[in-house]
């Protein structure tokens, strides 16, 4: 896997991301740096990196319209990367800029698969296995065709990224009889009944931090508000326990980091590609470089069972 | 305050029920015990409790239809404590029996408040001071004119029950930029710019947690999809650190611990309806009564200001 990236994405940039392609680097991931050639060189050799690097003159900002910065900045860190994607010159993307910047260069230059409805945002959850909640902020308003195609884009990821056989699949909602929920989520139901993935039903707000099923789904409104409580909550947590002079043990620490697992995949595109948070370290680009790397073949899965 | 207390509402009931409001009036709150006197009796007895019983043959189960159950047993102890606030005889209900069957004894038998046009579920997620989350579950699928209402009962909550002076209101969005999020929260946010209170704009799920806002608004199920990841995160964090070997601090256990809060103001109805977690314990009980007692004057602000 050879991952393209975005060197001038995240409020880190440019050092965080190329030392983070620097260590991923070093467990022998093929990384190509994307970005302004001038900033980027100066830290390679501050840390004795031939990493190549493919110049990109403009950044797109995290406060640009995305589609339009897509379409008026093909010479952007973010544009250009794609385009590595696009033509086959990287297998995967990973960028650490604005989150729309990402969803739109990968719509509109790499591409959606044939047959996807709609690209999903499917963000890892940190258990043993990590869970997938899908859709995690790409689509704030689907039916419930979507919301079956996500399932089964979420199933992919579990089983190849992260080893899980038949991975069984929750549908988000307010309560786990049949029938609790929108028109939406009864309509799903019915689908999702018959898709040829282990369905469970419903489940509740209180399943995803307990991973009780490998597969979350649900719109990507109602899934973005989930993961950033979720995120809240632990961080909220840890700052509690360290200002009462008891932070949390390292081991839990670590397992609610959100860097650890390094970034979300975005999928129906032609291409893997992973979202990195915007205030990336190093370790969460080496993270989301490696979770970009362990996704070989989700794209060409995803195409089999569509 | 009278509070009339559904005393075989709950898993634990009418033992913990019972327990809880003997303990909450020895610190001076009137409760009325409602529900089976051949089972409370002897409880009270042990208890060397002197509380008014009113008997109520019947008790409605957690599974069952809500508004069916309502309808067709009269005589189970939430219809029977409703009619209590109904008449006069009592001015708020406690109830941690099924959330669905309180809130239609609430909306059928209390009856909703002129000029709501739907109550809605208050919770309180704990801070200093407590905040607001409101809708919390009683309305899945709204629109922005019920968001503007929930909104304003809100804020009336966090005024009176929690003494915010000019309390702040976020409304809950995937992005805090001004139209980020579904149509329902654009056109929202025209009408929340022109309510007589503190609108703030977007908030983000990370705000929850971080409490950032007096009050947040949003639908009935991506607030009750919040609440429950917030609950769920909180538990699993808990767990893990006990498991570790090291449990989070008295202080924060008990900051987290959603038993301290006691439950949720249901706001729109002709009366004060608290309701506790199924799961409450005598403390959780004793709290959600104290909770009741502190909304005196609400319903009739609430009226005020629509």
Redesign the interface.
């Given at each position: 896997m050879r991952i393209a990236l975005d060197a001038m994405g995240g409020d880190h940039a440019p050092l965080e991301t190329v030392a983070g392609a620097v260590e991923a680097s070093v467990s022998g991931v093929d990384v190509i740096l994307v970005g302004d050639r001038d900033r980027i060189d100066p830290i390679c050799e501050d840390l004795g990196s031939t990493l190549p690097i493919i110049h990109a003159a403009e950044v797109v900002g995290m406060?640009e319209d995305p589609t339009k910065a897509i379409r008026e900045k093909p010479d952007s860190s973010i544009s250009v990367a794609a385009r590595l994607v696009r033509d086959g010159d990287a297998d995967a993307l990973v960028s650490a800029g604005s989150t729309g910047a990402a969803l739109a260069a990968s719509a509109i230059t790499i591409g959606r698969m044939e047959g996807v409805l709609r690209p999903a945002v499917a963000a890892v959850i940190p258990s043993t296995p990590p869970s997938i909640l899908i859709d995690a902020?790409a689509n704030?308003?689907v039916g419930p065709k979507h919301l079956l195609q996500f399932a089964l884009m979420g199933t992919v990821v579990s089983e190849i990224a992260f080893g899980v056989a038949d991975p069984t699949v929750g549908l988000?909602?307010?309560g786990t009889?049949p029938g609790k929920?929108?028109?939406l989520e009864r309509l799903a139901t019915e689908l999702l009944e018959q898709a040829p993935f282990r369905f469970v039903g419903n489940v509740?707000?209180?399943?995803?931090?307990?991973s009780t099923v490998n597969v979350v789904v649900?719109d990507?409104?109602?899934g973005?508000?989930?993961?950033?409580?979720?995120?809240?909550?632990?961080?909220?947590?840890g700052a509690?326990?360290k200002r009462?002079g008891?932070p949390?043990?390292e081991?839990?620490a670590r397992?609610?980091d959100y860097e650890s697992t390094g970034g979300a995949h975005l999928v129906g595109v032609k291409g893997v590609v992973v979202i990195a948070h915007g205030s990336s370290s190093r370790v969460a680009i080496r993270n989301a470089i490696h979770l970009a790397a362990t996704a070989e073949g989700v794209v060409s899965e995803i195409g089999r069972r569509l």
């Open positions: 406060h902020g704030p308003a988000l909602s307010i009889e929920g929108r028109a509740e707000g209180r399943d995803l931090a307990a649900t990507g409104f109602t973005n508000v989930a993961l950033k409580v979720l995120e809240g909550a632990t961080d909220w947590i509690l326990a009462a008891r949390l043990p081991e839990i397992a609610l």
